[in-house]
């Protein structure tokens, strides 16, 4: 298993606001928005926007509502039934109405999906879809570009993500290589943003909450002359987080941070740096969007930032929890698209320029590097060319191709330094706790920076040859520099053989390139008896530069039945496989890269990244969702039950197989939406049946996981609209259950990692 590593994010050092302060900006801010609200509505006759929003929802009847059309599946337009894969829509609507803060909180509503959080140091969140693990292995794209990570550095899935500017959320479940190449093995999640339609129109919210949560976001739309649009946005969040001393008081005792002893596994130490005795476990995240667009042509710069304590998952024993210590990461993204129709056919050129960065200051302190900071750092870049053909050879067969080149840069994550990296001149560090009287000077760290290429093409053909049928065909051909070509094919069958039912059959395969952090990443320490003449270590993490992708096949059947205008059930049941999986392995007999030496200093041991056994995936969910009416009340129920197996195989070792950790094997999820005149709320309910941890029960049952109770996790919110403003309550845990999660990758002291209980968030939308 692999050996926790100190990287958590946080960035700007934000002073402590109390839940007071917050509610009283908020309170001020409100009343603002209201009488600024209030005045316009006087003066401007135009339809009221928020209000529309609200009564949209529910007035479109469950056939309009769940049939929006979408394009992420083909890269064309079609209805979610038409599309050859299994497709779920998020509207800005639901958005609103369920009061999501964050792309965590739409995706955890979503069957199939596990979100986790204060499970990983390094960015705080987990996501796994279909017991496909980690924000790392499905896309996330705006309007089509890719928003995560440009070399695949696994991001927080929290208000970073612009969710406000979502006209809706497009979530493609399984294999989309085919299409978008490496990465997309889960899925594709793509954010369409609201057009400006040619009117001037401002939209801003605002919130506060309990445990120091605050967040603002406005919009601007304006149209200039020569029908140009343009559009202004950002939003930024703070959210100071329940204090886990006062709730967990057992195994967030804070007696080592006011002692300054440190009672770790490793023994007792007593760290030099300052330690503020108080518990401090701060996010910070924001983003800023400009688009500019006329006719076919726009030019989009999205920049997204999260800062997150890089505490997370560790006891206070083992980790320093300051407003200090922290991970941040930052990306800005910049695109320009233009499209070119005439008659049957139409070209989309694009050119993307993607820059990740993690803030320099960004450290962790706990017991791995002796209590003390130790600072990281990363950076990647791409630049994407992309040319995309669209034919309607006529009206049964659609084809679309296209071709794509990319340049990658990176700097993998560092080790854990003495000292920030300078944002000046060549990248270089010293190694942690290397400094002694002999040495003065210390270890120099040792970067892997990384450069290469990719080219890709893809070819699609979609053919009707009768009404009641659809067949889709394609294939992605990628050469990487760094590991060679990859062939993705996936076919696709849509069948209505009666009006009211649809049958989907999908085949699909998929790659997963591994980062350049995955690959080069390194982490360890040395240590010297004889005050830095000579130095040893016991444990380092180091590169393989000839590790291989992942690959996966996966099998998908979907039926749909309409049971009448208001009430769809869908049965989903898939099997994934997926061979080359990555694993951190003993160096010796493996790779033999480094014969237990690195930098000309022995190590005792050295673990490296290496490709062995292959993982099986299968389950499904079964969905019912319906509208009905009680009087003028009008509701929208939506129900899944979703279940999930999963098996290791380790084929080198001929080892059996193993059940997968770090799962639920059953979740059950149920929502009702509700509307009636201004008013309107949303109930949801999360259960989440016994949990799998990566410990193993009994050594006499090869394979058997330990587990961990499951929980029933119940959010709330309201809301009430009044002229052009709507004024909302949401209610998070609302049963406030105190409950833990299996996932948990730097666990020492914690079986599993603890989750947050009941908060309360108050906040008014505006639009004018």
């Known amino acids: 298993m692999r050996t926790p590593d100190n990287s958590t994010p946080k960035y700007v050092c934000v002073d402590k606001v109390s839940a007071s302060d917050i509610l009283k900006r908020f309170f001020f801010a409100a009343l603002f928005c209201f009488f600024v609200a209030e005045a316009k509505a006087q003066e401007n006759t135009q339809p009221d926007t928020a209000k529309l929003n609200v009564d949209k929802l529910l007035k479109l009847s469950f056939e309009d509502l769940m049939n929006v059309s979408v394009v992420t ?96 959320i497009e979530v493609v479940y399984g294999p ?63 959210d100071a987080q329940p204090d886990f001393s006062k709730i967990y008081k057992k195994e967030y005792d804070l007696a080592s941070h006011k002692t300054g002893i440190f009672n770790t596994q490793y023994g007792p130490i007593t760290p ?101 900071r130790g600072y990281k750092y990363s950076t990647g870049s791409m630049l994407k060319m992309e040319e995309q053909l669209h034919y309607a050879w006529s009206k049964d067969l659609n084809i679309t191709g296209g071709l794509t080149y990319e340049i990658f840069q990176s700097l993998p994550k560092s080790p854990e330094l003495q000292s920030p990296v300078s944002n000046h001149g060549a990248v270089s560090g010293i190694l942690l706790n290397s400094v002694y009287e002999n040495n003065p000077s210390g270890i120099e760290a040792k970067f892997f920076p990384l450069a290469y290429t990719n ?37 696709g069958a849509v069948f209505n053989p009666w009006g009211n039912t649809t049958i989907k059959m999908l085949y699909g395969t998929a790659y997963w390139a591994p980062s350049p952090s995955t690959s080069f990443e390194s982490y360890g320490s ?100 319906g509208t009905f009416n009680i009087g003028r009340l009008e509701l929208l129920s939506y129900n899944s039950v979703s279940y999930l197996e999963g098996k290791l195989f380790d084929h080198q070792s001929n080892r059996t197989s193993v059940e997968q950790p770090a799962m639920a094997p059953w979740q059950f999820r149920t929502g009702l939406d509700g509307k009636i005149n201004a008013y309107h709320f949303s109930v949801r309910l999360l259960a989440v049946g016994k949990q799998r941890t990566y410990e193993f029960a009994d050594a006499a049952i090869p394979g058997k996981r330990a587990t961990l109770d499951g929980y029933a996790l119940m959010n709330v919110s309201a809301g009430y609209t009044l002229g052009n403003a709507t004024f909302f309550v949401k209610a998070e845990n609302a049963l406030n259950q105190k409950f833990k999660s299996a996932v948990n990758f730097a666990a020492m002291d914690l079986d599993g990692s603890y989750q947050n209980p009941a908060r309360v968030m108050v906040g008014v939308r505006a639009g004018f």
Not at 531 to 543: D, I, K, V
């Open 526 to 625: 040395f240590y010297s008896t004889d005050n830095g003449t000579t130095y040893q270590s016991a444990f380092w993490q180091l590169p393989n530069p000839d590790l291989g992708p992942m690959t996966s096949r996966s099998l998908e059947l979907s039926i749909t039945q309409n049971l009448s205008k208001k009430v769809m059930v869908t049965f989903v049941a898939y099997r994934t496989v997926i061979d080359d999986l990555i694993e951190d392995v003993n160096d010796n007999g493996n790779t033999n890269l480094y014969n237990n030496y690195f930098l000309g200093y022995h190590v005792d041991y050295i673990q490296v990244p290496f490709n062995r056994g292959s993982q099986e995936n299968y389950g499904g969910h079964l969905k019912i969702q």
């Open 272 to 372: 030099q740096g300052a330690i503020n005795p108080e518990y401090e476990a701060p996010i910070k995240t924001y983003n800023a969007y400009t688009a500019l667009g006329k006719g076919g042509f726009s030019m989009k710069l999205l920049h997204h930032y999260s800062e997150v304590p890089s505490s997370s998952s560790l006891s206070t024993n083992h980790a320093v929890y300051n407003k200090d210590v922290f991970y941040g990461q930052g990306l800005t993204t910049v695109s320009a698209n233009q499209t070119i129709g005439a008659g049957n056919f139409r070209s989309l050129s694009s050119f993307v320029g993607s820059f990740y960065k993690v803030n320099p200051l960004s450290n962790f302190r706990n017991l791995y590097g002796g209590m003390e």
């Open 73 to 168: 599946p083909t890269k064309s337009v079609q209805k979610p039934g038409r599309a050859p894969a299994t497709v779920l829509v998020v509207t800005s609507e639901q958005i609103r109405l369920r009061g999501y803060r964050n792309l965590a909180e739409v995706l955890n509503d979503l069957p199939d999906f596990m979100i986790t959080d204060k499970s990983m140091p390094q960015y705080y969140n987990t996501a796994s879809i279909r017991g496909v693990f980690g924000q790392d292995h499905f896309v996330i794209l705006m309007d089509g570009v890719r928003i995560s990570s440009p070399t695949n550095e696994p991001l927080p899935l929290l208000e970073n993500f612009p969710i406000y500017l979502a006209k809706q």
């Open 176 to 238: 989309g290589s085919a299409l978008y190449g490496a990465d997309a093995m889960g899925g594709v999640i793509n954010i369409l943003t609201r057009q400006p339609d040619g009117s001037e129109q401002i939209m801003a919210s605002v919130t506060g909450g309990t445990q120091g949560y605050a967040n603002a976001s406005t919009v601007f739309n304006y149209k200039l002359k020569n029908d140009v649009t343009l559009t202004l946005a950002g939003q930024y969040s703070y």
């Open 455 to 491: 080219v890709g093409g893809y070819l699609q053909a979609e053919y009707s040859p009768l009404t009641e049928v659809s067949v889709t065909a394609g294939v992605r051909y990628d050469n990487n520099s760094r590991f060679g070509s990859t062939i993705n094919p996936r076919v």
